[in-house]
Every structure is written in structure tokens, then in C-alpha cells.
């Protein structure tokens, strides 16, 4: 069966950092795209950042440039979203999701989604 499991969210102050995993399961990431995306309350679910097969990395979200970066490990078939400085309006579940190759802003064009990861930015 073919998974994406994430972990590493939690609460965290402002100024803070997390980093969140997405562990693969019955496929290889290696020749996927990756695509974090989070939804705020009562929001649409928006791309955050997107690495693809042969590692290009894209931004989608100008308000996490500098602070999100996003990164791979194909031997340990998890790809990372490392968050610093994080705000309150960063706050929200966590997605992330996997397509062949490469990298594409919309939700629908990825066909492999992870559970969420609820992400807190309170003090």
C-alpha cells in the first residue's frame, strides 16, 4: 500500500521552529515530486513548497521565503520541511502530497496525500 506519513508538528512559540517528515511507504520517493501544502481554518489548502525528482526546489508561498526550506533524503525515503522564525499566521495542518517528477502549484494534479500534521504557533 502506498503511504505518506508525517510527523513533527506540534506547538511552538513565535520565533520558533519545527521540522516536519514525510516518510514514504510502498513506493520510492526518488522519482517523485513532493509538495508541502498547509490549510489554515476556513482556508483553501495552499502549496507551500515543492521539491522535485531531480531536486529543483520551488517556492509557492512568498510569505515562507527564507524561512521554510524544504529537502530530501532518497535513502531514507522522507523528504523535510525545516520552519524557522515561524508565525502566528504559519499556524495549520500540514500536508504533504507526491506526484511523478515534477513540481505543480495545484493540489489536484498530486495523487499520494500524508494524514496532516497539525501545526500551533502560540505563546
Known amino acids: 500500500q502506498l503511504q505518506l506519513v508525517e510527523s513533527g508538528g506540534g506547538l511552538v512559540q513565535p520565533g520558533g521552529s519545527l521540522r516536519l517528515s514525510c516518510a514514504a511507504s510502498g513506493f520510492t520517493l526518488e522519482y517523485y515530486a513532493i509538495g508541502w501544502f498547509r490549510q489554515a481554518p476556513g482556508s483553501e489548502r495552499e502549496a507551500v513548497q515543492c521539491?522535485?525528482?531531480?531536486?529543483?526546489?520551488?517556492d509557492y508561498s512568498d510569505s515562507v521565503k527564507g524561512r521554510f526550506t524544504i529537502s530530501r533524503d532518497n535513502a531514507e525515503n522522507t523528504v523535510y520541511l525545516q520552519m524557522d522564525s515561524l508565525k502566528p499566521e504559519d499556524a495549520g495542518v500540514y500536508y504533504c502530497?507526491?506526484?511523478?517528477?515534477?513540481?505543480?502549484?495545484?493540489?489536484?494534479?498530486?495523487?499520494?496525500w500524508g494524514q496532516g500534521s497539525q501545526v500551533t504557533v502560540s505563546s
Open positions: 521539491a522535485s525528482s531531480n531536486g529543483i526546489k520551488v
Open positions: 502530497a507526491a506526484r511523478r517528477n515534477y513540481c505543480l502549484r495545484g493540489r489536484q494534479y498530486y495523487d499520494y
